[in-house]
């Protein structure tokens, strides 16, 4: 129900940040994710971050979906 | 400031200063100067193509083109996709009151650049001046002209038969979203340039090799899955389309995903799409890569004869859909 | 990484298909719940690759599609003042009212403007001070932190003709009803991602221990989507039921705590009307009385009326799975995609708009 997309964080000015998601720059409002840093990665959806992602969750998933297809 | 007025629009003395200071100027060629009601042309050594079409953008400037640029690539285009060679056009102006008369200039410089590349004359033109907020800043109609040569030539989706090859010239959705990204509506920073360029010289290679071009198409509103299924509207063909072979700039395709578009919909203003036998595809394809508009072309798709008159798509993981004309708007979604 | 292309490819997609294949021993019914999963699965052609006795259901979960006749017809209502600028996103400019849309209204010259964000309808409310601006307020969990954060915005900066015209739902209890509902026969769901971002794991574990149904919340990519199929198929085949989380990059058990803080400083959990479905009790929420100035219904004193549900429109069964569009005696003949009553028509993946687009007729 709702478009999300992965975004690298560029710069950050107290509640708003520069965003980039494969070449597109867009301003995102950040006041609902904390401890955010340059190079972190959020969830963008309708112009705010809505989570930080967690890159070790990631690749976890990853991990389990690799794993997951090779055993029967 | 030099800015348009309504005096500009009412055929005194501002407007032939108008006409001549900007128009004539930068259009000058023997015909418009004939100045007067109508401009006399010679002989036309052939069958006429003519066509018609306006030109509304916003913003007027965008990376890759203006809406000067884009009227005549669009009025060359649509000449060059029938087979016609383009000769002349006409330009009606719509401007509205308090535009500047230097950004005017540049849009007629620009028109007037990209007429002589396409080596198209500008014979015929029209202003009108309208009030506040009654246009958005400048509408450009144009009228083309061209001549076919080849009486023979005519292409035409009844020729399309099964297991011909669809082939496209490069990647979709540039013009559109690059025009989208600069609205001020969205707040979108991304180096997508519009594609807006003259394709006559790319349709003259291709028809200089083949005879067997069912059809061909400036996929520009509505995007490539719109004109295919105009392709296939009243023949008894289907077309199924290989997602993996469609070029999508990554830029393109991430500005998509975030408002919740499909390239596939999206207006292209520099490419072509079409339709030949299968026999004569790969020796096209060649050619087309020979072009510095065709350098990404390649076969995406080919016809078949299910009776269904539909578009499906491969999808890049291997399942199929129906691509539909376009539908509604294209506005930005939340899901 | 980019969070995307690895989950597109990897070449896994062949492998899970297969096991899909071999895991789905009898008939089994997954309903993805979110709009956005149903998109993507028409956008990948999912449905085309599985074997015929999966059968995938579209659940409740775009919000456009649920939005009720009553809400949209008093947007439009708000549009006719002159005073009044209405912000929303584009989703909403063709549903349905009773007897015009959002997107009539503008061709007719009201001032209706598309946003991407709340806060950008922030920002025309503050370019324009001699106006009135009413931002229609719909969305799931995942945009319900966004409106409460411009509403709590506005109260901060005294913003005064800053208004929200509210219908936010919201999912748990919605998924819950679908499931008590005798003529409902789901084995599986899959589970909004970006919902359960907001709100977390653990308000979906009921499905699994209260109801014995396995369940996965997952992402929206290909791979996301199709490992998500899999694990349900699984699930089934073993009779496991938990619900399990895909999506661990973006979805904490407990959610986002400032989200959750932001929607409840400004929303209290309220029933909510839903377009072929009805009102259902605790399945939206509506803004507290401490925020009562920026509540569109209050400051305009109007009341969104609810229309009776149409009588024949069966999108209520069709939403839950029970019932085809082709059963419906107003498909194809009263409700197209141009003039659509239900739910199921109106949302372009809607399952009636894909009969009617795919010629499937009685």
């Known amino acids: ?72 | 400031m030099n800015i348009i007025t309504l005096e500009h629009g009412n055929g005194g003395e501002y407007t032939h200063e108008l006409v001549r200071n900007l128009f004539y100027k930068h259009f000058q060629n023997e015909l418009l100067m004939q100045q007067s009601d109508s401009s006399i042309l010679g002989n036309i050594g052939g069958k006429l193509a003519v066509t018609t079409d306006s030109f509304v953008v916003d913003p007027i400037f965008f990376p890759g083109g203006d809406i000067g640029k884009l009227s005549i690539c669009g009025t060359v285009n649509d000449l060059a996709v029938v087979g016609a060679k383009p000769l002349y056009i006409t330009a009606g102006f719509i401007i509205e009151v308090g535009l500047r008369i230097d950004i005017l200039e540049r849009i007629i410089i620009s028109m007037a650049n990209t007429a002589k590349e396409a080596n198209v004359k500008i014979v015929a033109g029209d202003t009108k001046v309208v009030g506040k907020g009654d246009v958005d800043k400048i509408y450009i109609n144009t009228t083309g002209i061209g001549v076919i040569e080849d009486n023979t030539l005519y292409m035409n989706s009844s020729n399309i038969v099964e297991g011909d090859k669809v082939i496209l010239s490069g990647t979709i959705g540039d013009h559109g979203m690059c025009v989208m990204s600069k609205r001020a509506e969205f707040d979108f920073d991304t180096d997508i340039e519009s594609d807006c360029s003259l394709l006559h010289i790319l349709v003259t290679d291709i028809l200089e090799v083949s005879e067997n071009v069912r059809i061909i198409r400036d996929p520009t509103r509505g995007g490539i899955a719109t004109t295919l299924n105009e392709f296939i509207e009243n023949t008894q063909m289907s077309i199924v389309l290989n997602e993996e072979y469609i070029p999508v700039r990554s830029n393109v395709k991430s500005m998509c995903k975030m408002i919740g578009l499909d390239p596939l919909y999206i207006a292209n203003e520099g490419k072509i799409i079409l339709i030949v036998s299968t026999k004569d595809a790969e020796k096209i394809l060649e050619v087309m890569k020979r072009n510095k508009l065709g350098l990404e072309s390649r076969i995406i798709g080919e016809v078949i004869g299910d009776n269904r008159n539909k578009v499906y798509l491969k999808t890049e993981i291997g399942g199929t859909r129906i691509l539909n004309m376009l539908e509604g708007d294209l506005l930005p979604r939340i899901c | 990484m980019n969070y995307v292309d690895e989950f597109v490819k990897e070449g896994l997609v062949e492998n899970i298909l297969k096991k899909i294949r071999s895991s789905a021993i009898r008939d089994i019914k997954i309903m993805e719940v979110c709009g956005t999963h149903t998109m993507a699965i028409m956008k990948y052609g999912i449905k085309d690759l599985l074997p015929q006795n999966i059968k995938l259901i579209s659940g409740p979960g775009c919000p456009v599609c649920v939005t009720s006749q009553g809400y949209i017809d008093t947007a439009i209502e708000l549009s006719y003042e002159d005073n009044i600028i209405i912000a929303t996103f584009g989703d909403m400019m063709k549903v349905p009212g009773t007897n015009s849309s959002l997107k009539i209204e503008k061709a007719l010259g009201r001032d209706i403007r598309v946003v991407y964000s709340p806060i950008q309808s922030l920002e025309i409310a503050k370019q324009n001070p001699e106006k009135e601006i009413v931002f229609l307020g719909i969305g799931f969990e995942t945009t319900a932190p966004i409106i409460a954060l411009s509403i709590y915005k506005a109260k901060n900066e005294n913003i005064n003709n800053y208004f929200v015209l509210n219908s936010i739902k919201t999912m748990p209890n919605i998924i819950q009803k679908l499931i008590v509902n005798k003529n409902v026969n789901i084995d599986g769901f899959i589970l909004p991602g970006h919902v359960a971002s907001i709100i977390g794991h653990k308000p979906f574990c009921f499905i699994g221990k209260e109801y014995n149904i396995p369940a996965v919340i997952t992402g929206f990519e290909p791979l996301d989507i199709l490992y998500a199929l899999y694990q349900v198929v699984r699930d089934v085949k073993y009779g496991k039921c938990k619900v399990e989380n895909l999506y661990s990059k973006v979805v904490e058990y407990e959610g986002s705590r400032k989200a959750k803080e932001i929607i409840n400083k400004v929303f209290i959990p309220s029933d909510s009307n839903w377009r072929g479905l009805g009102n259902i009790e605790n399945t939206g929420l509506k803004i507290l009385e401490g925020y009562k100035e920026f509540d569109a219904e209050k400051n305009f004193k109007i009341v969104i009326k609810e229309q009776l549900a149409q009588t024949q429109c069966i999108c209520g069964d069709i939403l839950k799975g029970v019932k085809d569009p082709l059963e419906c005696k107003m498909f194809s003949k009263i409700c197209s995609p141009s003039n659509p009553l239900g739910p199921c028509m109106v949302s372009l993946e809607g399952a009636c708009a894909v009969y009617y687009k795919y010629g499937l007729r009685r």
């Open chain 1, 1 to 72: 129900m709702c478009i999300a997309v992965p975004a690298k964080v560029l710069s950050i000015d107290k509640n708003n940040a520069v965003v980039c998601f494969e070449g597109v720059k867009t301003n995102a409002n950040v006041e609902l994710v904390g401890d955010l840093k340059t190079g972190d990665y959020i969830l963008l959806h309708a112009g705010c971050a809505i989570q930080k992602i967690n890159e070790v969750e990631a690749k976890k998933t990853l991990e389990v979906f690799k794993q997951m297809l090779e055993q029967d």
